[in-house]
């Protein structure tokens, strides 16, 4: 918990959440020899997929209901923001945001944070925390 004073804590919430993808990292502002060279064995013209996880809120402590968030409601914004429009899909071909976006890691927790703040309570994402694997993790924060 993370006092911020006047009486009012705020704590955060994980909700881990798997997707699984696949996707072709190539830019249509490189040649295809550089986008070899830039994303290597990830540039596979048959594409290739990972299975992600990750997502935290941060919000005060509602006084009334002593929760962060509903847990229930949360989960039907990521049904409705993540799971449906990416989910066992092709990034590139199935999700129009990636037509003219390379689908890097990168780039997916722009778009995963983009939609998000849409639909949550104001102020409520934190960050978007997305484990491409286990020792690689992009963070982002909206920033």
Not at 23 to 52: A, M, Q, T
Request: proline fraction near 3%.
């Amino acid at each position: 918990v993370l006092s911020l004073g006047g009486g009012k804590s705020q704590n955060a919430l994980c909700e881990m959440q798997n997707i699984y993808f696949l996707y072709l990292l190539f830019s249509l502002g490189l040649s295809d020899e550089d986008n070899i060279k830039v994303f290597g064995k990830c540039n596979n013209p048959n594409g290739h997929g990972h299975n992600y996880k990750g997502l935290m809120f941060k919000s005060f402590i509602d006084a009334v209901t002593g929760m962060v968030m509903n847990l229930t409601d949360l989960k039907m914004y990521i049904e409705d923001v993540i799971m449906t429009p990416l989910d066992h899909k092709n990034l590139d071909k199935d999700v129009p945001y990636f037509a003219n976006v390379v689908s890097t890691t990168e780039n997916l927790a722009v778009y995963i944070w983009d939609n998000m703040v849409k639909v949550l309570p104001t102020d409520t994402l934190y960050e978007i925390k997305i484990h491409e694997t286990d020792k690689n993790i992009v963070v982002y924060r909206g920033e």
